[in-house]
């Protein structure tokens, strides 16, 4: 009795999607391309990052060398874990392809461009990956636009909704 609850409780866990969006990267910034990458991490952060416990909202990546690397990723400890735990802002390098990683780098060397992670999820094998994105920031009549489009659409909706 005791093997079939645990096996059912492994197979919820293994069902749930985590999705880390941050959301306020299509406001500031126009995506031009993007990007499925990999994260090199650790077992404690995998662990985290599925119960749900990480946040995007101040991330940002840089390149050292020929590698990408994303800074300032919070990966909250492992409840848990024990001595082995991991920091929760440490650099983790982003795995990329060789021409990919050219093209980024090619890119940011450019004025205006930059490499933002917009979203971090699992797979149907398992594997966390974070979708990332050759973007632009926007101009502040750019933002204005932004929103008055997401407010007409919203009218638009309601309308629609209410001649239903």
Do not use: W
Not at 2 to 25: E, G, P, Q, S, Y
Not at 29 to 43: D, K, P, R
Request: positive net charge.
């Amino acid at each position: 009795m005791l093997h079939l609850d645990c096996t059912r409780i492994f197979a919820n866990c293994m069902t749930k999607k985590v999705d880390i969006i941050k959301k306020r990267a299509k406001y500031e910034y126009t995506f031009l391309q993007s990007f499925e990458a990999g994260i090199v991490l650790q077992g404690t952060e995998v662990k985290s990052i599925k119960s749900g416990n990480a946040n995007l909202s101040d991330a940002y990546c840089i390149f050292k060398g020929d590698e990408l690397i994303i800074k300032s990723l919070f990966i909250g400890e492992y409840e848990l874990g024990n001595i082995n735990n991991h920091e929760t802002r440490q650099d983790r390098k982003l795995l990329l392809r060789k021409t990919e990683l050219k093209k980024l780098h090619k890119k940011m060397k450019e004025k205006g461009f930059s490499v933002v992670p917009y979203k971090m999820y699992m797979t149907d094998r398992g594997f966390i990956k974070l979708e990332i994105a050759l973007a632009q920031g926007k101009k502040a009549y750019d933002k204005r636009d932004t929103i008055k489009d997401r407010d007409s659409k919203r009218d638009l909706d309601r309308i629609k909704k209410m001649n239903q």
